[in-house]
């Protein structure tokens, strides 16, 4: 990685704890400058404004998870194990257990021109990320002969159905465990 590289990672890192801490609405430039400890010049070398520092660190934390799930199937992990681990993981983040980019998230695609071309990439690709894993247990035996496809779809769309409820609803764990365990019994 070269050092324009490292730098604009380095912005987006740093970036990426503003957006979890104040949203996406309230961050300014100078919120980003101040935490990066750069001037102004050097952070509009990278970008131009909030909203494309937080479109690339979407489409970073996108490809990073994209890569995670690759990598455990490259390694054979057990597909149950995989799809747990990313279930584990969505649902600290629906309990807010974790800090996320949740809210931010939300709050670029209500401001955000393009937030239907955004929310169906996001889909898409959650979707077709899954479908690989469910192929991918489908073809080590753990999972059922299901239509990948179809159960991914369900899978994404259940997630974001959780996401959007624990927002209006003070869900509990136990709610969040009952529905993930019966996603996962239709699987194997």
């Given at each position: 990685m070269g050092k324009a590289a490292r730098k604009r990672a380095y912005i987006l890192e740093k970036a990426k704890?503003?957006?979890m801490e104040k949203g996406f609405i309230a961050v300014t430039m100078k919120d980003i400058v101040d935490a990066c400890n750069i001037s102004r010049g050097g952070l509009y070398l990278y970008f131009s404004s909030t909203e494309e520092v937080f479109l690339?660190?979407?489409?970073?934390?996108?490809?990073?998870?994209?890569?995670?799930?690759?990598?455990?199937?490259?390694?054979?992990?057990?597909?149950?194990?995989?799809?747990?681990d990313y279930l584990e993981k969505r649902k600290k983040l629906i309990l807010k257990k974790s800090p996320s980019l949740t809210q931010a998230g939300h709050e670029f695609l209500t401001r955000?021109?393009?937030?239907?071309?955004?929310?169906?990439?996001?889909f898409d690709g959650i979707a077709?990320?899954?479908?690989?894993?469910?192929?991918y247990g489908i073809q080590t035996k753990e999972f059922k002969q299901v239509d990948a496809g179809t159960?991914?779809?369900?899978?994404?769309?259940?997630?974001?159905?959780?996401?959007?409820?624990?927002?209006?609803?003070?869900?509990?764990?136990?709610?969040?465990?009952?529905q993930i365990n019966f996603t996962i019994r239709g699987l194997v």
């Amino acid at each position: 990685m070269g050092k324009a590289a490292r730098k604009r990672a380095y912005i987006l890192e740093k970036a990426k704890g503003v957006f979890m801490e104040k949203g996406f609405i309230a961050v300014t430039m100078k919120d980003i400058v101040d935490a990066c400890n750069i001037s102004r010049g050097g952070l509009y070398l990278y970008f131009s404004s909030t909203e494309e520092v937080f479109l690339a660190l979407f489409l970073r934390e996108a490809e990073y998870e994209q890569q995670r799930m690759e990598i455990a199937i490259w390694e054979n992990l057990p597909a149950k194990e995989i799809l747990l681990d990313y279930l584990e993981k969505r649902k600290k983040l629906i309990l807010k257990k974790s800090p996320s980019l949740t809210q931010a998230g939300h709050e670029f695609l209500t401001r955000n021109s393009d937030a239907q071309m955004i929310k169906k990439w996001q889909f898409d690709g959650i979707a077709e990320m899954l479908r690989g894993l469910i192929l991918y247990g489908i073809q080590t035996k753990e999972f059922k002969q299901v239509d990948a496809g179809t159960w991914a779809r369900h899978i994404a769309l259940f997630l974001y159905g959780l996401e959007l409820t624990a927002q209006s609803l003070d869900l509990h764990e136990g709610i969040v465990d009952e529905q993930i365990n019966f996603t996962i019994r239709g699987l194997v």
